[in-house]
């Protein structure tokens, strides 16, 4: 596995669902110069711990805005099974009402670039990709500055749910970093 932080983040232009409509070409880029991103995979729609994880980075989207960040999801779903997806109460297994943009990477390009595209499979002689099971997204989260670059990056296996109050800390750091120019100590927190 790569490393991304240092580099800038790798650009895509793909389908999502944006504010419950369908985008044809979103793309992080329009965020360079605006706001920092954090840009996270889940694996799969329509699963427990992928529901637990949308829901808590939902449930902390004002926070994220406070310190200048968006929130943008991505997995190899379509954007059809997004939209469906978004369209089950929460109550029932759904992300009914989540706030923020999801990604499809059905081709699964934005995850081989971002080095999260977990099963086995390799490009043949003629450039297709094969594949021996089945590929979805690790759980791989990326915060991204203003300049798109990536400062941070964590990628957990699919059991393995992350830690939404410390995304929001490393969002609250690179916020402080950015407004003070102040670096920010092991086990910084906005608090002090």
């Known amino acids: 596995m790569a490393h991304l932080v240092g580099r800038k983040a790798p650009h895509f232009s793909s389908s999502a669902i944006v504010n419950g409509s369908f985008s044809k070409d979103f793309s992080l880029d329009q965020f360079i110069g605006k706001s920092n991103v954090l840009f996270f995979f889940y694996p799969k729609s329509f699963t427990s711990l992928c ?105 957990n296996f699919y059991a393995l749910g992350r830690s939404v109050d410390e995304a929001l800390r490393m969002a609250s750091a690179l916020h402080h970093l950015q407004t003070h120019g102040e670096g920010c100590p092991a086990n910084w927190t906005p608090a002090g």
């Not at 992300?95 to 595209?117: E, F, R």
């Not at 991204?144 to 670059?149: L, Q, R, S, V």
């Open 51 to 155: 529901q637990s994880e949308l829901q808590a980075f939902d449930v902390c989207i004002d926070a994220f805005k406070a310190v200048d960040t968006v929130v943008v999801g991505c997995s190899t779903d379509t954007s059809d099974v997004h939209k469906a997806y978004m369209n089950v109460p929460q109550s029932e297994g759904g992300i009914a009402g989540i706030q923020y943009p999801l990604v499809s990477d059905a081709n699964k390009t934005i995850s081989t670039n971002y080095d999260v595209l977990s099963g086995d499979y390799d490009y043949g002689d003629d450039g297709l990709l094969s594949a021996d099971s089945d590929m979805v997204a690790l759980r791989g989260l990326f915060l991204i500055d203003k300049t798109g670059m990536v400062q941070h990056q964590l990628i």
